[in-house]
C-alpha cells in the first residue's frame, strides 16, 4: 500500500468520523425531520464518505 493510498483511506476515516459526530449531535426529532433514526447514524457515515 502506498503513502497515497494510506493518505487517502485516512481522509475517508476522518470525513466518516465527522460525519457521525455531527449527526450524533442532532436530535432525535432533527433526525426523524430528516428521516433518519440513530440506528441509521453510521450507515449514513459510511456511504457519505466512501469509507
Known sequence: M???????KIQEWRRYR??????SRLSDRELHD????R?????VAKKS???
Do not use: N, Q, W
Open 2 to 8: 502506498s503513502i497515497r493510498e494510506i493518505t487517502h
Open 18 to 23: 465527522a460525519s457521525v459526530r455531527e449527526l
Open 34 to 37: 430528516l428521516g433518519l433514526s
Open 39 to 43: 440506528a441509521d447514524i453510521e450507515y
Open 49 to 51: 464518505s466512501h469509507y
